[in-house]
């Protein structure tokens, strides 16, 4: 009886427990009050909520008769979308409901469609903590026993989603405001899945998002998975952006004849807009396979040179502001840096944005925030 008093009495203790639990999440959440777009400051488009169909879209609506299919799915994706804001409170939430729920097999659900958090500590973006996706809808709890004082946060989205509603967390004594916006010009860039954000481990880690942090400097990416090609539509789209740089780097999905074609054209357009804003163009990278698989090797040599044939011409034209840069070691000398062989890891896109920054402070565009 003695043993079985005592099992009884365990088990009416942990059910208290669970109850006394569940009463104080219930009350944390009833102490909540969230907050939507009008709120925060998007960051990463340039384009008026107005103009799309999602806030956190990267074409306006009406380029959806303008590009190819693919491109338009695939610019319903938030890639480079972040949202800034500062608040007091102890805690931070967040609420986000996705477009598809994509999953995919080399990439981490919370790089495809979750959310990353961090806080501006002494001047520099330092990490917090990342919203898993559960589902469409998602709801996450950030951080909490927080000191109450005034802080600068910032939430990356989803890099191969999309957002349909955004709603941030705090408690219901303390205030949200919207920051003061980034008065720099954008760097814009346009390319290819790795520049979407392909693999990931969480959004804040694509390159695009990790030149803004390091910069403090507002960057607007235009990566299309497979259909980053420099097609007339987005190029002429990002020769509205009165930007800082365009950095293009779509040469891996693109042919040899389409490099051949289009690169000219691409900054032809862009001048018309912009005589003497600089533009840079990115090498095809290696691949993996090209250290033994030689028709791999021979395409991407032939691409680079392509490329570097139209820009030399372009310079002997007397085209000015344009710049190169190689694929020398761009991901460092170990072959450690993709998930594949071509998309990168963390620490790909860790490397990647240093080489490109190291080439961007070469060419005295920026320097890196002390």
């Given at each position: 009886?003695?043993?079985?008093?005592?099992?009884?009495?365990?088990?009416?203790?942990?059910?208290?427990?669970?109850?006394?639990?569940?009463?104080?999440?219930?009350?944390?959440?009833?102490?909540l009050?969230?907050?939507?777009?009008?709120?925060?400051?998007?960051?990463?488009?340039?384009?008026?909520?107005?103009?799309?169909?999602?806030?956190y879209?990267?074409?306006?609506?009406?380029?959806?008769?303008?590009?190819?299919?693919?491109?338009?799915?695939?610019?319903?994706?938030?890639?480079?979308?972040?949202?800034?804001?500062?608040s007091?409170?102890?805690?931070i939430?967040?609420?986000?409901?996705?477009?598809?729920?994509?999953?995919?097999n080399h990439?981490?659900?919370?790089?495809?469609?979750?959310?990353?958090?961090?806080?501006?500590?002494?001047?520099?973006?330092?990490?917090?903590n990342?919203?898993?996706?559960?589902?469409?809808?998602?709801?996450?709890?950030?951080?909490?026993?927080?000191?109450?004082?005034?802080?600068?946060?910032?939430?990356?989205?989803?890099?191969?989603?999309?957002?349909?509603?955004?709603?941030?967390?705090i408690?219901?004594?303390?205030?949200?405001?919207?920051?003061?916006?980034?008065?720099?010009?954008?760097?814009?860039?346009?390319g290819?899945?790795?520049?979407?954000?392909g693999?990931a481990?969480?959004?804040?880690?694509?390159?695009?998002?990790?030149?803004?942090?390091?910069?403090?400097a507002?960057?607007?990416?235009?990566?299309?998975?497979?259909?980053?090609k420099?097609?007339?539509?987005?190029?002429?789209?990002?020769?509205?952006?009165?930007?800082?740089?365009?950095?293009?780097?779509?040469?891996?999905?693109?042919?040899?004849?389409?490099?051949?074609?289009?690169?000219?054209p691409?900054v032809?357009v862009?001048?018309?807009?912009?005589?003497?804003?600089?533009?840079?163009?990115?090498?095809?990278?290696?691949?993996?396979?090209t250290?033994?698989?030689?028709?791999?090797?021979?395409?991407?040599?032939?691409?680079?040179?392509?490329?570097?044939?139209?820009?030399?011409?372009?310079?002997?034209?007397?085209?000015?502001?344009?710049?190169?840069?190689?694929?020398?070691?761009?991901?460092?000398?170990?072959?450690?840096?993709?998930?594949?062989?071509v998309h990168?890891?963390?620490?790909?896109?860790?490397?990647?944005?240093?080489y490109?920054?190291?080439?961007?402070?070469?060419?005295?565009?920026?320097?890196t925030?002390?």
């Amino acid at each position: 009886m003695n043993v079985l008093h005592c099992i009884l009495l365990f088990l009416f203790n942990c059910a208290a427990l669970i109850v006394v639990a569940q009463g104080n999440d219930e009350e944390k959440k009833a102490t909540l009050t969230y907050y939507g777009r009008g709120f925060f400051l998007l960051e990463g488009s340039v384009i008026a909520d107005s103009l799309k169909e999602s806030p956190y879209d990267r074409l306006p609506l009406s380029y959806k008769e303008k590009v190819r299919e693919p491109v338009w799915n695939l610019s319903k994706s938030s890639a480079g979308i972040s949202v800034r804001f500062l608040s007091n409170s102890s805690s931070i939430h967040v609420k986000w409901t996705v477009l598809h729920d994509h999953e995919m097999n080399h990439m981490a659900e919370t790089g495809i469609k979750g959310i990353d958090l961090y806080w501006k500590n002494d001047g520099h973006w330092q990490y917090v903590n990342t919203g898993r996706p559960t589902g469409k809808e998602n709801e996450a709890l950030l951080i909490e026993n927080m000191t109450k004082e005034m802080r600068e946060y910032k939430m990356f989205l989803p890099l191969y989603d999309g957002v349909t509603k955004l709603e941030v967390g705090i408690d219901s004594t303390s205030v949200i405001k919207k920051p003061v916006a980034n008065q720099e010009k954008p760097i814009v860039f346009y390319g290819t899945s790795i520049t979407q954000g392909g693999c990931a481990s969480r959004p804040g880690m694509v390159h695009t998002n990790i030149i803004s942090r390091k910069l403090d400097a507002d960057c607007i990416n235009f990566g299309f998975s497979g259909n980053g090609k420099m097609e007339t539509p987005i190029v002429e789209l990002i020769s509205d952006i009165d930007a800082r740089f365009y950095v293009i780097e779509c040469l891996p999905n693109m042919s040899l004849e389409e490099v051949q074609e289009r690169t000219i054209p691409l900054v032809e357009v862009i001048r018309e807009k912009h005589p003497a804003t600089p533009i840079i163009f990115v090498e095809n990278l290696l691949y993996e396979k090209t250290s033994l698989d030689k028709d791999i090797e021979s395409l991407v040599n032939s691409k680079n040179a392509a490329l570097e044939n139209a820009y030399n011409t372009m310079l002997d034209d007397g085209i000015e502001n344009l710049l190169y840069i190689n694929n020398h070691n761009a991901l460092g000398t170990d072959h450690e840096g993709t998930v594949d062989g071509v998309h990168f890891t963390d620490l790909g896109f860790l490397r990647y944005a240093d080489y490109l920054i190291a080439h961007f402070e070469q060419f005295d565009l920026v320097q890196t925030a002390d």
